[in-house]
């Protein structure tokens, strides 16, 4: 398999997992925040290989971190 396309798969896997976690977060709220995209990572490295899961870990991790997490829609950090 081309390297480009297994690179892509692991995308749309979090793409797919981003999807899930929007969807459902009327549901789930604040928990499960990186669940779905750490199901994507580990699902992307044991079908593609270490690079693309890593790939994904890392999006998945800044996709989680912007939309999920307080406060939502900012990379910034809550006071604790």
Known sequence: QH???AYGAAM??????FA????LD???GNSARLVFFMTAAAASA???GCGPGI???LVGVALGDYFF????YSFATSNI
């Open 3 to 5: 390297p480009l396309a």
């Open 12 to 17: 749309a896997l979090t793409a797919l997992a």
């Open 20 to 23: 899930v976690r929007w969807y």
């Open 26 to 28: 009327p549901v789930l």
């Open 46 to 48: 044991l079908l593609f």
């Open 55 to 57: 790939a994904s870990t």
């Open 69 to 72: 997490f307080p406060p939502r």
